[in-house]
């Protein structure tokens, strides 16, 4: 069974540009997470969806954050403009329902903004 | 909001060796969850845990998690290199899955 795939692995921006992360879930699975992690921190949720609805998305800066998920099947993350802080990994992790369901996770996209 | 204390923060131990990574919550969990990270990478789910007293292993790796359901250990025996990387436990507290800040274990020869 194929895993969660991400791309770009790795992606390195000027502040204030802007930039989109592609995640496509494991086959059959109806929930989608997208997270931040900050270096030496663990991962924070930035935004859950189930099939192609928006579950929660409390900790998403939407100010310059945006995330879809049209089809209910793949989704990208885009930030725009881009700020020094937003430097982290960007884990996508799919799961088959929403609660008590365990999250399989992608090998993450590595943003660095100089 | 449900926080997860990680313990120790870092480790090194030597090839063989036994070691144990807390992990302690704030609040009651529903369920605990242990994953393990490569330097960038992305997280392999290793086990979880729901009833209280559970315990779980998987090949040199046992998870348990307390009868109160607030804190899990995570015990591995006679630790190889295959071992090493960032341990992070996961609580789902009925909101979003909340991590820890992981411990970062190394095994050296």
């Known amino acids: 069974e194929a895993g969660v795939a991400q791309s770009p692995r790795y992606k390195i921006i000027e502040k204030r540009q802007s930039v989109a992360f592609w995640c496509n879930p494991i086959?059959?699975?109806?929930?989608l997470y997208w997270y931040q992690q900050i270096l030496g921190q663990g991962p924070k949720l930035l935004i859950q969806?189930?099939?192609?609805?928006?579950?929660?998305d409390s900790q998403l800066p939407k100010d310059r954050f945006s995330a879809e998920r049209l089809k209910g099947v793949d989704s990208t993350l885009k930030i725009q403009p881009a700020k020094l802080e937003d430097s982290a990994v960007y884990l996508c992790a799919s799961s088959l329902a929403e609660q008590q369901e365990t999250q399989y996770f992608g090998p993450g996209t590595r943003l660095l903004v100089l | 909001s449900q926080e997860l204390e990680q313990s120790p923060q870092s480790l090194i131990v030597q090839e063989g060796k036994n070691l144990t990574i807390n992990c302690t919550s704030s609040k009651t969990l529903y369920g605990l969850y242990w994953y393990k990270q490569k330097y960038g990478e992305g997280l392999i789910f290793l086990m979880m845990?729901?009833?209280?007293?559970e315990e779980k292993s998987h090949e040199k790796i046992t998870a348990k998690l307390d009868e109160k359901k607030q804190q899990s250990s995570l015990h591995i025996t006679a630790s190889q290199p295959s071992h090493a990387g960032i341990y992070l436990c996961g609580a789902d507290g009925r909101t979003p899955l909340v991590f820890g800040k992981g411990t970062r274990l190394s095994v050296i020869a």
């Open positions: 845990l729901q009833k209280g007293g």
């Open positions: 086959s059959g699975h109806a929930t």
């Open positions: 969806f189930q099939n192609n609805g928006v579950v929660d």
